[in-house]
């Protein structure tokens, strides 16, 4: 892994926890190297069924390392569309090829591809003094991780724009509201109410949790005919097993009960 992030499993949880507080989590490619190894492991383990990304100290993450930028101002542009598809970018297609949930917990400060990275995961849950910004503007930039892609999907392209096109800050309370974030919780609440759902969804029948993940991406790709035959066959295979005949059996036997 690396010094500044530090991956663990507990109770069907992979957490991966950005810890660079004294640069607000910024990344650097080391980071980065050891966030989308993280990802690899928890897309093949089978002791992991949900995964959870938060941050150290007071940010969430600040995007890349400005100071790590800046000695790289001489590069040439194929270089540098490079190293964005083989470092930064490597953690938006390596989640998209994990079809189990992944969770951000907002702790703090979110900027830039800071931002963009808690985007692309599937449910964002934020500290109640939590704020995010799209900063590219600031430092004459395009959002180069994914961003652009991520962030109109969940708030809409005109006000994915404003914000693009403004750098100004959102609390909470308003990224809830325009849904960039799924909830908010106070700060000292925020990780025991994440872990909550975490492990609860951890406990959930695998099979379905990872179809419904697949069958909601490929959905928004997809048109109704063809959503329609995938699910049926999901529906087909996830009738097949044991776990779902046991708990048809409880269920039925709780009504009898009651």
């Given at each position: 892994?690396?010094?500044?992030?530090?991956?663990?499993?507990?109770?069907?949880?992979?957490?991966i926890?950005?810890?660079r507080?004294?640069?607000?989590?910024?990344?650097?490619?080391?980071?980065?190297?050891?966030?989308?190894?993280?990802?690899?492991?928890?897309?093949?383990d089978?002791?992991?069924?949900?995964?959870?990304?938060?941050?150290?100290?007071?940010?969430?993450?600040?995007?890349g390392?400005?100071?790590?930028?800046?000695?790289?101002?001489?590069?040439?542009?194929?270089q540098?569309?490079?190293?964005?598809?083989?470092?930064?970018q490597?953690?938006?297609?390596?989640?998209?090829?994990?079809?189990?949930?992944?969770?951000?917990?907002?702790?703090?400060?979110?900027?830039?591809?800071?931002?963009?990275?808690?985007l692309?995961?599937?449910?964002?849950?934020?500290?109640?003094?939590?704020?995010?910004?799209?900063t590219?503007?600031?430092?004459?930039?395009?959002?180069?991780?994914?961003?652009?892609?991520?962030?109109?999907?969940?708030?809409?392209?005109?006000?994915?724009?404003?914000?693009?096109?403004?750098?100004?800050?959102?609390d909470?309370?308003?990224a809830?509201?325009?849904?960039?974030?799924n909830k908010v919780?106070d700060?000292?609440?925020?990780?025991?109410?994440?872990?909550?759902?975490?492990?609860?969804?951890?406990?959930?029948?695998?099979?379905?949790?990872?179809?419904?993940?697949?069958?909601i991406?490929?959905?928004?790709?997809?048109?109704?005919?063809?959503?329609?035959?995938l699910?049926?066959?999901?529906?087909?295979?996830?009738?097949?097993?044991?776990?779902?005949?046991?708990?048809?059996?409880?269920?039925?036997?709780?009504?009898?009960?009651?």
């Amino acid at each position: 892994m690396s010094e500044h992030l530090k991956f663990s499993v507990e109770e069907g949880v992979g957490t991966i926890l950005l810890d660079r507080p004294e640069r607000m989590n910024a990344f650097t490619f080391e980071m980065i190297a050891a966030w989308t190894e993280a990802l690899q492991r928890c897309r093949t383990d089978p002791a992991v069924k949900v995964v959870v990304v938060t941050g150290a100290g007071e940010a969430f993450c600040s995007g890349g390392d400005i100071v790590e930028m800046g000695d790289r101002l001489g590069q040439k542009p194929a270089q540098r569309k490079a190293e964005l598809f083989e470092k930064v970018q490597r953690i938006p297609l390596t989640l998209e090829d994990i079809d189990k949930p992944v969770i951000a917990a907002l702790n703090g400060v979110a900027t830039g591809a800071g931002l963009d990275l808690a985007l692309m995961c599937d449910l964002r849950y934020a500290a109640r003094s939590a704020r995010f910004a799209e900063t590219y503007m600031k430092v004459g930039l395009v959002p180069g991780a994914g961003g652009a892609h991520f962030l109109p999907r969940l708030v809409g392209a005109s006000k994915a724009l404003e914000l693009f096109l403004t750098g100004d800050f959102v609390d909470a309370e308003e990224a809830q509201r325009i849904g960039m974030v799924n909830k908010v919780f106070d700060a000292d609440k925020l990780m025991d109410e994440v872990t909550a759902i975490a492990r609860r969804i951890a406990r959930a029948p695998e099979l379905p949790v990872r179809f419904i993940k697949r069958a909601i991406y490929q959905g928004l790709r997809s048109d109704l005919r063809t959503s329609l035959d995938l699910i049926s066959s999901h529906y087909a295979v996830v009738t097949s097993t044991d776990e779902h005949k046991a708990a048809v059996e409880r269920f039925i036997a709780g009504r009898g009960k009651g």
